[in-house]
């Protein structure tokens, strides 16, 4: 049976917050002597990057402050706690989600300046493409650092979810 638009959407971010805490797993798996290598540095801004990006999207969805969008030198500790509020603030929109709600047309400012309007189902939409994305190139950086990449497909999700 197919669930509604809104629930679906909760259900992504469920996977999504499985799928980025196992990021932050995995990063811990890359030898103490290998983090202050090019390749852990980035897998860490990246990550620091999808939080921010959260955070700045809810930002323009819901009103709220920005934060930068491209952290440098991020500490893991601090991208872990982020994510935590992030988390959080996204699972109290998301738990309001309704039809309307998704059809509403946002308009909003990008970081540099120029205006956007979209209807929040296709922000919601870009977010999880976001991700998706940069969690590839985290999980290359962590191989390429000596650590072992999280699995982080949708499927991998389910199979542990039933």
Same mark, same amino acid.
Do not use: C
């Given at each position: 049976? $197919?669930? *509604?638009?809104?629930?679906?959407?909760?259900? @992504?971010? %469920? /996977?999504?917050?499985?799928?980025? =805490?196992?990021? &932050?797993?995995?990063?811990?798996?890359?030898?103490?002597?290998?983090?202050?290598?090019?390749?852990?540095?980035?897998?860490?801004?990246?990550?620091?990057?999808?939080?921010?990006?959260?955070?700045?999207?809810?930002?323009?969805?819901?009103?709220?402050?920005?934060?930068?969008?491209?952290?440098?030198?991020?500490?893991?500790?601090?991208? $872990?706690? *982020?994510?935590?509020?992030?988390?959080?603030? @996204?699972? %109290? /929109?998301?738990?309001?989600?309704? =039809?309307?709600? &998704?059809?509403?047309?946002?308009?909003?400012?990008?970081?540099?300046?120029?205006?956007?309007?979209?209807?929040?189902?296709?922000?919601?939409?870009?977010?999880?493409?976001?991700?998706?994305?940069?969690?590839?190139?985290?999980?290359?950086?962590?191989?390429?650092?000596?650590?072992?990449?999280?699995?982080?497909?949708?499927?991998?999700?389910?199979?542990?979810?039933?």
């Amino acid at each position: 049976m $197919a669930a *509604d638009l809104p629930a679906r959407f909760r259900r @992504w971010f %469920e /996977y999504e917050r499985d799928a980025h =805490d196992r990021v &932050l797993d995995s990063l811990a798996t890359i030898p103490e002597d290998r983090r202050s290598s090019p390749e852990y540095r980035k897998a860490v801004d990246l990550l620091a990057h999808v939080v921010a990006a959260r955070r700045n999207w809810l930002a323009r969805i819901v009103g709220g402050p920005a934060v930068p969008v491209f952290p440098r030198d991020a500490r893991i500790e601090d991208v $872990a706690k *982020d994510w935590t509020e992030a988390a959080a603030l @996204w699972t %109290e /929109y998301l738990d309001k989600l309704d =039809d309307d709600e &998704l059809a509403r047309v946002v308009e909003y400012r990008l970081s540099d300046g120029s205006a956007g309007r979209e209807v929040a189902e296709d922000l919601l939409v870009q977010l999880y493409g976001h991700s998706h994305y940069h969690r590839g190139q985290i999980a290359s950086l962590v191989r390429a650092a000596g650590g072992e990449p999280a699995a982080t497909d949708f499927i991998h999700w389910l199979r542990r979810s039933n």
